[in-house]
């Protein structure tokens, strides 16, 4: 063995004995607390009631503009939430905001929902990606976001329904919302993370040893670890009440 494989062993035994897996709802909770993207991810959730409020609804993964036709993403919907009601800024505006007005607030935001993402209009809009969507540790001018929606048949973004509080096991604790991925696409484009029972479940994390963070329904942040189970992970996933699951620092019922 070469100096230089004894040292990554070293190094990747040393990361394994640091690493405790949580066991109860407290261990878990302080485990997300102190990993990166935990403040972002609260302040997407946020965004997400906000919005909620407003629309009596939460955004689905893809939002169309007035035409039926043209995609955008519910990181780009969710543009004035994020302005006005996570970072304060002329919050009133919102007290007064239909539809037709909040399009006009995406597009204050400098974002055309009438255009393709990748318009010349809208690719000048990367560069000013909201810090919530970029994690800590990736590169400081990334412009890929580090967290997506879970999209498929089930899901809190089941395509073609429209999801609230009440559909959602009668608790939204109980079910994700969004999953940090290194996922490597533009935070603009309207794609995040396909899902089905009938397949394997996606690979998330890749910028955490160990696991990944993740937002429930309820506005939970939560720290998931690579050891759990794909039946668990797909109970978490599910928005089905019949779907139960263990997985320490989520909580299934009060």
Excluded at 39 to 57: E, P, T, V
Excluded at 100 to 124: F, H, T
Aim: hydrophobic share 35%.
């Amino acid at each position: 063995m070469t100096l230089f494989s004894m040292l990554l062993l070293a190094a990747d035994q040393s990361d394994q004995t640091t690493f405790q897996e949580p066991k109860t709802y407290a261990e878990a909770k302080q485990l997300s607390q102190k990993t990166a993207g935990y403040k972002n991810l609260q302040k997407i959730g946020l965004a997400m009631h906000g919005y909620h409020d407003l629309f009596d609804q939460f955004p689905p993964a893809v939002v169309y503009a007035p035409d039926g036709k043209t995609p955008h993403s519910w990181r780009v919907e969710l543009l004035p939430m994020l302005k006005h009601y996570v970072a304060g800024i002329e919050p009133d505006k919102l007290k007064r905001m239909d539809r037709d007005l909040y399009n006009q607030a995406i597009k204050d935001c400098g974002y055309d929902i009438n255009q393709p993402w990748d318009s010349p209009e809208n690719l000048q809009v990367l560069k000013a990606m909201p810090p919530v969507y970029h994690h800590p540790s990736d590169k400081p001018d990334s412009t890929e976001s580090a967290y997506y929606a879970v999209v498929g048949k089930g899901t809190a973004f089941d395509p073609g329904e429209i999801t609230s509080y009440t559909d959602i096991k009668g608790w939204p604790a109980s079910t994700m919302m969004l999953v940090e991925s290194r996922s490597r696409a533009p935070w603009t484009k309207p794609v995040d993370i396909a899902y089905s029972k009938e397949a394997t479940v996606p690979r998330f994390g890749g910028f955490t040893p160990h696991g990944y963070q993740t937002l429930s329904c309820d506005g939970g942040v939560h720290f998931i670890s690579d050891s759990v189970l794909p039946d668990a992970l797909r109970a978490y996933i599910s928005k089905n009440q019949n779907d139960t699951f263990e997985i320490p620092g989520v909580p299934y019922r009060y």
